[in-house]
Structures are given as C-alpha cells and as structure tokens.
C-alpha cells in the first residue's frame, strides 16, 4: 500500500458559489492507494498519518486535477501548416497536413497537458484522421495507448459523418458544380476511408469491451448535426443510450451550420437534435457559439451540457459562445482547449484566463463569469461531461487522488495582496510553467517538472524522428487537392448571405 500528504499554503477543495469555494489555508490532502483518505490542516494530518511521503510545501496550492473537456489531436494545425482561417475552409485546407504517427502525437500532447495542470481529457478523434491501411478498432487503440502509457484520465470518442463532407450540402451536389477531373479527385478523397454505420458501432463496441478501463472512457460521437444523417444520430444517440455511455457532439459552430438547419429543417440543428430524441445528461455539445435564446431553454430542459472552446472560436472566426446566459440558466458548461490554445500550447489555465476576459461585458453590474465559475466549469463540469464525476473535480474522501501543485512563487513576486482570493490568484495570473507536480490516483504523473513515467527529452526526439521523413506521394497528392478545391470551397460559402438578428453581448456600437 502506498500513501502520501499533499501539502500547499491553501488546498482548494471544491467551488461552492460563484464567489466561493471551499479552501483549507496551511491544509493538506492525505491519500492511500489512490484514494482520498482525509483532508485538513497540514499539522493535523501530518501528525494523524503516517504516510510513505510528504509532497508539496508551504509555497504550493493545491487543487484538483484540471479537465481539458474538448480535444483533438497533439501537433495543431497551425504548426502542421494550416493557418488560422474560417472553420469551413480550415477544414479543407487541413487536407495538406503531413500524417502524424497517432501514438507519438497522442503522447506529446498529453505531455502538455499534464504540464499545464490537466488530468482528464475528452478526446475526440475523427475517423477521417486516422492512418489508413489500419483496422478502425487498432487505428483508434494507438490514441487509447498513448493515454494510457502517459497516466492521464481519458474519455474517448470516435466521431464519424456520413454527408456534407466538403460543403454544408449533399456532397454530390455540390461535386457537380466542380470540373469534372477535380470532382472526381475529391470524391477519392472524402470516400478513402469507407465506413458503413455498422462497422463504426462495432468498432465502439468493441473498445467499449476492449478499452474501458479506470483511467479510460470509452464515448461516441457523431461529428456534427449537419454531417449526420437523421439515421445515423438516431443510431448512435441509441447506442449511447444502450451502453450508458456519453455522447459527444460539435454543434452551433460556425453561423454557416446555424443557417444550415434554418435551410433544411425550419429550426436550428440543436432543436433537430431535440425533435430526434438525441439530447440528455448523457450530451455534451462542444462550441455552441451560435445557440439562440431557444437553444439555450432546450439545453437547460433537456440537460444537456455544453463544452466552451474560447480561443479555437475566436482562431477560426466562428465568434464568441453565450456564456454568460448559459450559465445564468444553469447549464452545465466545461472549458476545452479543442487542441487550438491561443499559443498552441495546451496551457489550460491561460484558457481559464481568456475563458473569463471575453466574457465581461460593458457597463457597471452588467454579466461577466467569476474566476469561481471559470475553475468550477474546469474541475466538476469537466468531471461531469467526462463521466468521471464520481471519480474526481473536486477533493473530498472517497474520491480518487487527481491532485496538482501549483508553485506560487512566480505568481506572488514582487508581490501580491495576501487578502486576494485563491481562486481569483489562480485564474488571473496562474500559468502552466507554475505547475509543479501533477498526481492522478495517487501515482505522481510529474514530480518538480520532471516526468516520472518516461523521459520527455526522448519521447520528443522520437517524434521529432517520425516527423523528419520526406512527404509521401499521397500526402502531396492531397495537399495539391486541398488548393485546387479551396477557392471552389470559398466561392460556395461566400453566396450564402450571412444572417443578422440580436446579439447575446454588446461589445460596442457603431453610433
């Protein structure tokens, strides 16, 4: 049996109200075999236990391991080539993006994770980005391992579509208005995985057997409203529901999907999600930047929870998520990085930081989040959406030992009023270079920066190995691809006459 004191200047147990939370000053945490035995006064339990280690000091806080509740994949984007545009070109040119080995990438970023405080993670893994020539089920276990050899908590969840690939439209609608040679290409492209509904719920119902263990979750995911048939919602919303599983979704991205259901439906995609029967507690929503005031309502209704993604919103043009009425009508609402952090680097307490600023609008007693919200929505919202929520998000007795040290040394020079809530220290100045030490189920993942399962040094030499080899034809041939369709993707877009109507905030006025 092994045990350990997690000792800091002030341990943050839990949030308790939007200005409040539960923190025991000069405190600690004493866990057994990944268990929290007890939690109270350092001196007390020092005394009380004795326990295989003392970690922390009178220089750290202590708080529950943090949850990135949105997540794609290690390398972004940005760095693999794609600069930040409008989601819906973004998307094709990703298609120019050199393959990554999944294991490797899956590793790396895990490893900034865990540096910046994150213990849980939802990670959501398109089908269409996975290594071809390789089982669905093996393709999917690479990411799983990953996970796994690095310690982290993971809820994980292939997304698949099965229309709308290229455009908001029937794919060969809009293939029709290409040359024919460019059609044909792109065709090749989007069908170079071929999956049929029933070998993608086989393949989550086999890592729903194969792969759900204590520190992994298995989900399932439709992509998004628009990029799912009523069939295959349907079919997965039921799978989900058979499995008592989570499902997770993008929704209410980009204003175009938002006009999609109006074109299609009469009603925005979040309320054809509800006439399907597909939202619930078992729901997350990730985005929702363009959920109407009805949406909302259902949302609150239903239960459905919502994951907000501050800066990959604001890096694609897709605009600013409600939050301030989502929350004010008691949503659950959890915090993503969705791999696009403001500086590309998984820092979710910068997150939290922007999470917060963006979301203050103007004038004396109008709505702004407070930091309680912000670390509320980080710990038990992302325990909730994550299905861990029995497991960790908060520090008390019976729950397992997710715990991170934060080094305040760098955060309190030259100097900082000792009256300054915690919480608001945390959220306004905290970063992921002042994470010290990271434990998931009592096992130290990071131990004074350093790792303690593996050596970083090399698993980045390793990566940067398998990155280093010339692109192959077919990554040259689909980079072609991705510029020769681009303006064709961009014209389509551009005819659509974007949609006004009132705003959640008001940041400014024109007169």
């Known amino acids: ?39 109270g006064p350092y001196d007390e339990l020092s005394r009380k236990h004795h326990a295989d280690e003392t970690i922390g000091s009178s220089d750290h806080v202590v708080i529950p391991g943090l949850v990135n509740a949105h997540h794609h994949v290690g390398l972004t984007p940005f760095q693999l080539g794609a600069l930040d545009a409008p989601l819906e070109t973004w998307i094709i040119a990703r298609w120019a993006m050199r393959d990554v080995d999944p294991y490797l990438d899956t590793l790396y970023c895990a490893m900034q994770m865990i540096e910046s405080g994150i213990t849980t993670v939802q990670h959501n893994h398109m089908v269409s980005r996975l290594p071809l020539g390789v089982g669905l089920f093996d393709a999917a276990s690479q990411i799983v391992d990953a ?16 229309q709308n690939h290229l455009v908001y439209d029937d794919d060969e609608r809009f293939l029709a208005t290409l040359p024919s040679g460019l059609a ?18 086989t393949a989550n119902a086999d890592l729903l057997d194969r792969k759900n263990t204590d520190r992994t979750r298995i989900l399932i995911s439709p992509h998004n409203g628009h990029g799912g048939s009523d069939e295959m919602l349907r079919a997965i919303s039921d799978f989900a529901r058979r499995n008592s599983t989570g499902l997770h979704i993008h929704l209410h991205e980009a204003v175009y999907q938002k006009m999609y259901g109006a074109r299609h439906w009469n009603k925005t995609p979040l309320a054809h999600l509800e006439e399907l029967g597909v939202l619930g507690p078992e729901v997350s929503c990730a985005h929702g930047v363009w959920l109407t005031e009805s949406d909302i309502d259902i949302m609150a209704a239903t239960r459905t929870a919502l994951c907000h993604n501050p800066s990959s919103n604001l890096r694609l043009k897709s605009g600013i998520a409600p939050l301030n009425p989502l929350l004010e009508r008691g949503v659950t609402v959890a915090l993503g990085i969705d791999e696009a952090g403001i500086n590309d680097d998984n820092d979710i307490l910068q997150e939290m930081r922007l999470a917060q600023k963006i979301h203050r609008e103007p004038g004396v007693g109008a709505p702004a989040p407070t930091s309680h919200d912000i670390f509320n929505m980080t710990t038990v919202n992302g325990a909730k959406v994550t299905f861990s929520d029995k497991q960790v998000g908060t520090l008390e007795p019976g729950k397992r030992a997710d715990i991170v040290l934060i080094d305040t040394k760098r955060i309190n020079e030259p100097y900082l009023n000792p009256d300054t809530d915690i919480v608001d220290v945390l959220v306004y100045r905290g970063k992921a270079l002042d994470v010290d030490t990271v434990i998931v189920d009592g096992e130290v993942l990071l131990r004074d920066k350093v790792f303690e399962r593996f050596d970083k040094a090399d698993v980045i030499a390793r990566f940067k190995d398998s990155l280093s080899r010339p692109l ?25 006459p974007l949609e006004e109507g009132q705003t959640h905030y008001t940041y400014n006025l024109a007169e």
């Open 147 to 162: 996970y796994e050899e690095s310690g982290m908590r993971v809820a994980f969840s292939l997304s698949d579509r099965d």
């Open 472 to 496: 192959s034809e077919r990554e040259l041939t689909r980079g072609a691809l991705s510029r020769r369709i681009l303006p064709h993707i961009q014209r389509w877009f551009e005819e659509w």
């Open 1 to 39: 049996m092994s045990s350990s004191i997690i000792r800091g200047s002030h341990v943050v147990t839990k949030i308790t109200g939007p200005s409040t939370a539960e923190v025991i000053e000069d405190g600690a945490v004493f866990q057994r075999d990944g268990e929290i035995v007890e939690i």
């Open 184 to 201: 044909a290409d792109a065709r090749m492209q989007i069908n170079a995985r071929p999956i049929t509904l029933e070998d993608y719920l």
